[in-house]
């Protein structure tokens, strides 16, 4: 189960992300998160920390493949991992 935080409306999805080298790749990340449906902003994508937090409501599964088509291996991050 991925990490998830609701604040009233708000749902932040905090993810996995592994293969990121360089900010080229937060950027190539960070696009792709974007153009998921249902992601209403990309916070944090932190090349050191492998992880990417989104708000909004989208898919799980469809932010990890977003992130896998993009050449970077991807998975939910476990609920108390910060």
Known sequence: MASVE??????????NVSG??????EAAVRRALEAV???SAVGT????KE??????NPDIEALIAAITTEGYQASARQAGNS
């Not at 994508?45 to 050191?48: E, I, L, P, S, T």
């Not at 992880?51 to 909004?56: F, I, K, L, N, P």
């Open 6 to 15: 609701t604040n009233e409306d708000l749902i932040v999805i905090r993810l």
């Open 20 to 25: 990121m080298t360089c900010s080229h790749c």
């Open 37 to 39: 449906p249902g992601v």
């Open 51 to 56: 992880v990417a937090e989104v708000e909004g």
């Open 45 to 48: 994508v932190d090349r050191g």
